[in-house]
Nanobody, 123 residues
């Protein structure tokens, strides 16, 4: 059974940093794409970034490219999202998602999802 468990969310002041973790199990880590998606209540999900073991990371939101960094640890089957210089508009629930296609382009439509972790950035 594929499982994705997010952690690391919380409340932080604008300009601060957080590191989200997505602990995975139930699949071959190197054979899946794993990414981060965020959602604000009442709005559509927004793809943030995606990691695969065989290609460069992808960033889908222009506003985060210079502030967020995705990385993966194959030994621990965990994907991280380091978020720096956080802004109030980054406030959202952040979800980890995985797909066996190894293609990041369809991040929003990935097959497997975690429960999400809340990130709140105060001004």
């Amino acid at each position: 059974e594929v499982q994705l468990v997010e952690s690391g969310g919380g409340l932080v002041q604008a300009g601060g940093s957080l590191r989200l973790s997505c602990s995975t199990s139930g699949f071959m880590f190197d054979d899946y794409a794993v990414g981060w998606v965020r959602q604000v209540p009442g709005k559509e999900r927004e793809g943030i970034s995606c990691f695969t073991s065989d290609d460069e990371p992808m960033y889908f939101a222009n506003d985060v490219k210079d502030r967020f960094t995705i990385s993966g640890d194959s030994a621990n089957k965990t994907v991280y999202l380091q978020m720096n210089a956080l802004k109030p508009e980054d406030t959202a629930v952040y979800f980890c998602a995985a797909d066996e296609s190894l293609v990041c382009a369809d991040l929003i439509d990935f097959d497997y999802w975690g429960q999400g972790t809340q990130v709140t950035v105060s001004s």
